[in-house]
């Protein structure tokens, strides 16, 4: 069985300021990490994964995650955030051999204010 | 391609009737996932089918709850006798397989229990 633990429920920020949502998983089987992203009145939608490789992944609007083994963290960053990067944002895995069931943390409403 | 499609967006229903969401995914992806969110929390994982064979059933998928995928392509999922309990988002995602390792999720049902 796996567990994801979002350290944060909440996270204020200013535009233009750095963020960081923590995220720490347990798992007795290989996983695969994931970030999704929760818009106001929206779908889910993919924001990152890592599933091998370089254990810094990132994704096309800035936001960057890294996977670390020994500490069993997967920390999702952005060095500049703006007002639209508003929302909440879910870490989960999946187990390697039974990919998109996932297990989800219980997500971190980011806002972020002028 | 016009994503995950979700049906009804909403639902309002009185406590003991029964009701009927419909999910369609993207066309040609194998898998087909439910998923149940609550206030608060993250979504959490209820059944998957590989084209139309239910391969596993979450426990929190009671007697009351049944899907079905009898063509593999859309997918429904009935709940009986409804309960307060039941008031949620039901959210749906597909993926391709073999291979996807990425769940692309619909905009969800929010079922009102009244």
């Known amino acids: 069985a796996q567990s994801v633990t979002q350290l944060d429920s909440q996270v204020p920020v200013f535009e233009e300021a750095p963020v960081e949502l923590r995220c720490n998983y347990s798992s007795s089987v290989s996983v695969y990490l994931f970030w999704y992203v929760q818009y106001p009145n929206q779908g889910l939608q993919l924001l990152l994964k890592y599933l091998s490789g370089s254990t810094l992944v990132e994704s096309i609007n800035g936001f960057e995650a890294e996977f670390n083994k020994s500490q069993t963290s997967f920390h999702l960053r952005k060095p500049s955030v703006h007002i639209s990067d508003t929302a909440e944002y879910f870490c989960?895995?999946?187990?390697?051999?039974?990919?998109?069931?996932?297990?989800f943390g219980a997500g971190t409403q980011v806002v972020v204010t002028p | 391609d016009t994503g995950v499609s979700q049906d009804p967006r909403h639902k309002i229903t009185k406590r003991g009737q029964n009701v009927t969401f419909r999910c369609d995914p993207i066309s040609e992806h194998n898998r087909l996932y439910w998923y149940r969110q609550t206030l608060g929390q993250g979504p959490e994982f209820l059944t998957y089918?590989?084209?139309?064979?239910?391969?596993?059933k979450s426990r929190l998928l009671s007697d009351r709850f049944s899907a079905e995928r009898p063509k593999g392509s859309f997918s429904t999922l009935e709940i009986q006798r409804t309960e307060q309990g039941d008031s949620a988002m039901y959210l749906c995602?597909?993926?391709?397989?073999?291979?996807?390792?990425?769940?692309?999720f619909g905009q969800g049902t929010r079922l009102t229990v009244v």
């Open positions: 995602a597909s993926s391709p397989a073999p291979g996807g390792t990425e769940a692309f």
């Open positions: 989960a895995v999946s187990p390697t051999d039974s990919w998109g069931k996932l297990q």
């Open positions: 089918f590989q084209n139309e064979a239910q391969l596993e």
